[in-house]
T-cell receptor
Framework: TQLLEQSPQFLSIQEGENLTVYCNSS?????LQWYRQEPGEGPVLLVT?????EVKKLKRLTFQFGDARKDSSLHITAAQPGDTGLYLC??????????FGKGTSLLVTP | NAGVTQTPKFQVLKTGQSMTLQCAQD?????MSWYRQDPGMGLRLIHY???????DQGEVPNGYNVSRSTTEDFPLRLLSAAPSQTSVYFC??????????????FGPGTRLLVL
């Protein structure tokens, strides 16, 4: 199993602040995905990055894939309470299975 | 489309009891998988299948059995439940085409407590 380390594990911020979540591995991945999970629900895909150095934006969320395809980051600008949830990164190599990080639990308070 | 459905939503078992967690998808996806999610552990792959009649083990398969007789259904069986199997179980599905950009669609989860 290829390990994905996420940091920080927990993050509590106020509405309007910016934050960055990191996903690091010693392994190279062919793609990396970010999911968000709300309490009592299954994870939902936010984005997939496949090219080293790739940057994708989804409204106030910016995702980056490292040049060596071993790490990724998620940056949220002006966080809102609706951003609260568990953010999971997941890497895929040559097979079908996804390897998940342990997640970053984000709480945004008004 | 209902997507990925799981039943039951909640279950309490006694140690040694058996049960089957049901998973069904209506998207004609070839790939289906089962994960367990424990606090601080993320999602860990239990078993997966790339089509009817084909299954394989994931990271934590011990204590669980699966079979895939149809494209739509992928049940997970606990033959003799143990307290260590207390967890939230998620079923997911995806296509097998689409390269590394495949999206996995997750069900809402089954919360299992083994006493």
């Amino acid at each position: 199993t290829q390990l994905l380390e996420q940091s920080p594990q927990f993050l509590s911020i106020q509405e309007g602040e910016n934050l960055t979540v990191y996903c690091n591995s010693s392994s190279v991945f062919s793609s990396l995905q970010w999911y968000r999970q709300e309490p009592g629900e299954g994870p939902v895909l936010l984005v997939t990055v496949v090219t080293g150095g790739e940057v994708k934006k989804l409204k106030r969320l910016t995702f980056q894939f490292g040049d060596a395809r071993k790490d990724s980051s998620l940056h949220i600008t002006a966080a809102q309470p609706g951003d609260t949830g568990l953010y999971l990164c997941a890497g895929r190599n040559s097979g079908y299975a996804l390897n998940f990080g342990k997640g970053t639990s984000l709480l945004v308070t008004p | 489309n209902a997507g990925v459905t799981q039943t039951p939503k909640f279950q309490v078992l006694k140690t040694g009891q058996s049960m089957t967690l049901q998973c069904a998808q209506d998207m004609n996806h070839e790939y289906m998988s089962w994960y367990r999610q424990d606090p601080g552990m993320g999602l860990r792959l239990i078993h997966y299948s790339v089509g009817a009649g084909i299954t394989d083990q994931g990271e934590v398969p011990n204590g669980y059995n699966v079979s895939r007789s149809t494209t739509e259904d992928f049940p997970l069986r606990l033959l003799s439940a143990a307290p260590s199997q207390t967890s939230v179980y998620f079923c997911a599905s995806s296509t097998v085409s689409g390269g590394s950009s495949k999206t996995q669609y997750f069900g809402p989860g089954t919360r299992l407590l083994v006493l």
